[in-house]
């Protein structure tokens, strides 16, 4: 027994056509015993190379891809976070700045005796 794959006139591939018959059975008109390969969108059968190919065009599977999902709201409140844990780095080197700045302000007044 083998598996022949089913074609219309154009030589589009009809998927879940198929039929099994007897290995040395005659191969109807419009059917094939070469398997399509996986992962083609509109398979068309080339009978002089007894091969298939994909007649899709690259825009016609491209709007088959789903579209990117909004994120979701913990993604949203993740990247809040990271912002904000960013904002309070940068605020506590800001008040690590600033108390070394008035220390020594505070060392230079005393060496002034203003203090």
Known sequence: MKWIYKYDGKFNYLPGEEIEIEEEADIPKGYTDVR????????????????????ATQAYIDSLQPKPLPP????????????????????????????????????????????
């Open 36 to 55: 399509p390969q996986d992962g083609l969108y509109n398979g068309k059968y080339n009978e002089e190379k007894r091969a298939w190919y994909e007649s």
């Open 72 to 115: 979701s709201e913990i993604d949203l409140l993740k990247h809040q976070n990271a912002d904000l844990l960013q904002q309070l780095a940068e605020s506590e080197k800001r008040v690590e700045e600033q108390s070394k700045t008035i220390s020594e302000l505070i060392m230079l007044l005393n060496e002034k005796e203003v203090i």
